[in-house]
C-alpha cells in the first residue's frame, strides 16, 4: 500500500467538483499542475471519471475502481510510494479513510449547486495546511495542500 494517498481536485468556491454528472471540468485552470504531479504514479478514478476523460492518461497506471472493488484491496496492489485519487465524488468518499494528503485547487466560482467534494462521510476529516503552490498563468489561484491528521 502507498505512503502518500493523495486526493487531487479542483473545486469551486462553494465546494463543488463539477456543476452536473456530465461536466467535463473544461473550466479548470490547473491541468498543467495536475499532470505533472500525478505523472508517473497511479492515479485511481470512479467509471463515470474515466468516461468523462475519455481516454486512460499517458504515464499513469490508470486504475478504474467500481462499487464492489475492495478499497483495501486496490490499495494493496499498488507498489508505488503514492497514488493520487482523482475523482469523483463517491471515489473520494470511498477512499477517505486511507487518505493521507488532499491537494485542492479552488478555483473563483460558485456553482450554487453542483457535486461535492464527499458524500455523506461517516466522519470528518481534520487537516493540517502544508503548503500553498501558485497555478501558472492564473491571476492568484493556488493549489492548497494538506495532510490528512489522524
Not at 467500481?66 to 483495501?72: A, Q
Request: glycine share 6%; aromatic share 10%; proline share 5%.
Amino acid at each position: 500500500m502507498p505512503s502518500e494517498i493523495i486526493l487531487i481536485a479542483a473545486i469551486s468556491a462553494d465546494g463543488y467538483i463539477a456543476r452536473n454528472s456530465k461536466d467535463d471540468i473544461s473550466w479548470s485552470r490547473d491541468k498543467a499542475l495536475f499532470k505533472e504531479q500525478t505523472f508517473g504514479f497511479p492515479i485511481i478514478m470512479g467509471p463515470k471519471t474515466h468516461n468523462i476523460i475519455g481516454k486512460n492518461l499517458p504515464g499513469r497506471e490508470n486504475i478504474i475502481v467500481f462499487r464492489h472493488d475492495s478499497i483495501k484491496s486496490v490499495l494493496d496492489k499498488i507498489h508505488n510510494e503514492k497514488c493520487f485519487i482523482i475523482g469523483g465524488e463517491k471515489t473520494f468518499t470511498r477512499f477517505s479513510d486511507y487518505l493521507t494528503h488532499l491537494y485542492l485547487t479552488v478555483h473563483p466560482l460558485i456553482f450554487g449547486d453542483g457535486i461535492p467534494l464527499f458524500h455523506n462521510l461517516d466522519s470528518e476529516i481534520i487537516l493540517e495546511k502544508i503548503d500553498s503552490i501558485p497555478i501558472p498563468n492564473t491571476n492568484r489561484i493556488f493549489q492548497d495542500q494538506y495532510k490528512v491528521c489522524r
